[in-house]
């Protein structure tokens, strides 16, 4: 059974960080580029950053450059997402996703093959 548990959402003042983390089973991670989305209420879900299977190149919205890094542990199946300088408008559930590709993790959310169940990152200004 293919899971994807996300971890590390909450409350957080403008300016402060948070880490999230993605643990995965059910398929071989490491043969699946990573990526996290993002979606706010009443809007579309939008992609935020992704990582190749090997953990060499990684891609960000241009919203969240320089701010947030997102990584990978094959070793532990593990994802994470590094959150720096919270803006307000990061306020939004975020998920995490696979993609099965050894190419360039896809941006669209038609193309992801596993989706988690969302942790709520909330922004106080």
């Known amino acids: 059974q293919v899971q994807l548990v996300e971890s590390g959402g909450g409350l957080v003042q403008a300016g402060g960080s948070l880490r999230l983390s993605c643990a995965a089973s059910?398929?071989?991670?490491?043969?699946?580029?990573m990526a996290w989305f993002r979606q706010a209420p009443g809007k579309e879900r939008e992609f935020v950053a992704a990582?190749?299977?090997?953990?060499?190149?990684?891609y960000y919205a241009d919203f969240v450059k320089g701010r947030f890094t997102i990584s990978r542990a094959n070793a532990e199946n593990t994802v994470y997402l590094q959150m720096n300088s919270l803006k307000p408008e990061d306020t939004a559930v975020y998920y995490c996703?696979?993609?099965?590709?050894?190419?360039?993790?896809?941006?669209?959310?038609?193309?992801?093959?596993?989706w988690g169940q969302g942790t709520q990152v909330t922004v106080s200004s």
């Open positions: 990582i190749r299977w090997t953990g060499g190149s990684t």
């Open positions: 996703a696979a993609d099965r590709t050894f190419g360039v993790p896809s941006d669209y959310p038609g193309d992801i093959d596993y």
């Open positions: 059910g398929f071989t991670f490491g043969r699946y580029g």
